[in-house]
């Protein structure tokens, strides 16, 4: 499984897009990335996957540049409710396994 | 729809004590997970179980044992528990094998306490 890297912590402010880039310089042709959102004492929530390119859903929009090594979760005009751990995932389609790095801690402020 | 539901929420035990965290799900999937989240870190899985009938080991398994009881039911046991084990216990669970969204869904957390 391909080892993830992303930042410890991000600062918002209200209204902001943020936007959350992790590094997978590993990742196997049949990994896809998935991101999953954290609030405090509650389980993870998964939020949006893709295998390249740019994927968009209702709360966020992922990007895969061409050689996938890397992504970024961009969270468009977040509110205070964004707070949370933002955790990215790469997983193969050949298995069910995830490995949960520690995530990036976004605080969004008033 | 309930989900994945996870009992107790909360346990306190002493060290040796053992004790079942019991995991249920109502969505028919074939795949469910326990992890542990100790403060400040990340999720790490104890053990899965792709099917009914079949368990694995995940990251760290030393010191739990568990059961895939039926489709359903997915329990994960102390045998005798230590303070390393004070956690977070999350239990989880997913459709697994179509090409696609493996979406993994949490029940609300099991908090662990051992003196």
């Known amino acids: 499984l391909a080892k993830t890297t992303q930042p410890i912590s991000m600062d918002s402010y209200e209204g902001q897009e943020v936007n959350i880039t992790c590094s997978h310089n590993n990742i196997a042709t049949n990994d896809y990335i998935t991101w999953y959102q954290q609030f405090p004492s509650q389980g993870p929530r998964f939020i949006i996957q893709?295998?390249?390119t740019k994927v968009t859903n209702e709360v966020a929009s992922l990007f895969i540049p061409a050689d996938r090594k890397s992504s970024t979760l961009s969270l468009p005009r977040v509110s205070l409710s964004d707070t949370a751990v933002y955790y990215c995932l790469v997983g193969s389609y050949n298995t069910d396994k995830l490995i949960f790095g520690t995530g990036t801690r976004l605080q969004v402020f008033p | 729809n309930a989900g994945v539901t996870q009992t107790p929420k909360f346990q306190v035990l002493k060290t040796g004590q053992s004790m079942t965290l019991q995991c249920a799900q109502d969505m028919n999937h074939n795949s469910m997970y326990w992890y542990r989240q100790d403060p400040g870190m990340g999720l790490r899985l104890i053990y899965y179980s792709a099917s009914e009938g079949t368990t694995d080991k995940g990251e760290v398994p030393n010191g739990y044992n568990v059961s895939r009881l039926n489709k359903r039911e997915f329990s994960l046991r102390l045998e005798s528990a230590a303070p390393s084990q004070t956690s977070v216990y999350f239990c989880?669970?997913?459709?697994?094998?179509?090409?696609?969204?493996?979406?993994?869904?949490f029940g609300p957390g099991t908090r662990l306490t051992v003196l």
């Open positions: 989880a669970s997913s459709e697994f094998g179509d090409r696609g969204r493996n979406e993994q869904f």
């Open positions: 893709g295998y390249k």
